[in-house]
């Protein structure tokens, strides 16, 4: 790990008061902004020092772009869900440093940018006062939100070309798929597809994961119920006019609670579960809109393929 004489220095300043100042006052936000507001004029006339730029995650989500587009030597830290079932590349996240992505931590560490999609939005005032830079996600369903965020992050972590062949091996892969699906006799007319969870969640308009079901040639029926966003299936929609098809997921983590009023314990469903053609999509592949939507969407339509062969 190669470090500036400004992130050294100021990691011993941090480390020197750590020691002779009491663990209450460290932790108060007077003297994290007070630390941050004295040492931040150190770095501003210094370059750093790697081509490279050193980074942490804070979320799941932000693990998922940073372990797509840095280099390994590039990551200091991913958060602990980095290397569960429902990382996509949790693979890639195995020997990598781990973190409870707090504030302590993050100024500890001193990255120098941050990526992060959901998580730590408490922490980013302290953040611009240490002047330590953030590379946000932004919120959106379609493939233009996923590469304007890999372009961004790309940018951050100065791996714009690398973000550049993701992107176009995303496009490339959507094409065929498509002409794939347009040649398809098993799914036409399409299939009618309802979307849950253990929890009995389904996922309606603006969300990826319909979006995703839409890519892989099937037909929502989040939209034809009209349903927006995250929402609970309703029961008596679905015993009066069931799906064509069913997809579930994360039924495989053990992380996951499940009441036991979920809709997914109702004799009916589990009746539609039994008898309905159902395609179980492993967790990693649905957590979040990560530029492997493309793997999502070809693995559900293979499995559609299989199905109804």
Not at 110 to 127: A, E, H, N, Y
Not at 155 to 166: F, G, W
Not at 227 to 249: K, V, Y
Request: hydrophobic share 40%; net charge neutral; aromatic share 8%.
């Amino acid at each position: 790990m190669i470090y500036t004489a400004a992130t050294l220095l100021k990691t011993l300043l941090l480390s020197a008061m750590a020691f002779f100042l009491a663990p209450s006052l460290l932790l108060s936000g007077f003297l994290l902004f007070g630390l941050s507001g004295i040492f931040s004029g150190i770095s501003s006339d210094i370059s750093y020092a790697q081509d490279k730029p050193q980074a942490v995650s804070l979320d799941y989500c932000a693990d998922q772009f940073i372990l797509s587009l840095a280099d390994r030597d590039q990551i200091m830290a991913v958060t602990h869900d980095a290397t569960r079932s429902h990382s996509f590349y949790s693979d890639k996240a195995q020997g990598l440093p781990q973190f409870g992505a707090t504030s302590e931590e993050v100024l500890h560490m001193m990255p120098d940018v941050v990526i992060r999609s959901w998580g730590g939005s408490r922490m980013l005032p302290l953040l611009q006062r240490a002047k330590i830079p953030v590379t946000t996600a932004i919120y959106g369903t379609g493939p233009e939100i996923l590469y304007q965020n890999m372009r961004a992050i790309g940018v951050a972590l100065k791996q714009s070309d690398r973000a550049e062949e993701r992107i176009h091996d995303h496009q490339q892969r959507l094409i065929r798929l498509t002409e794939k699906i347009a040649r398809s006799e098993n799914i036409k007319p399409k299939l009618r597809t309802a979307y849950i969870t253990p929890g009995g969640v389904t996922a309606g308009k603006n969300t990826f994961i319909n979006n995703i079901i839409k890519l892989s040639g099937l037909i929502p029926i989040s939209e034809e119920l009209g349903l927006i966003g995250w929402q609970t299936l309703p029961l008596e929609a679905l015993i009066q006019n069931p799906p064509d098809l069913i997809i579930g997921s994360f039924f495989n983590q053990d992380n996951i609670h499940v009441s036991n009023w979920s809709l997914t314990h109702h004799n009916r469903i589990k009746e539609m579960l039994a008898t309905i053609p159902t395609i179980t999509v492993p967790g990693r592949y649905l957590s979040c809109n990560g530029i492997f939507s493309v793997d999502a969407a070809e693995y559900i339509h293979d499995a559609v393929e299989t199905i109804l062969k």
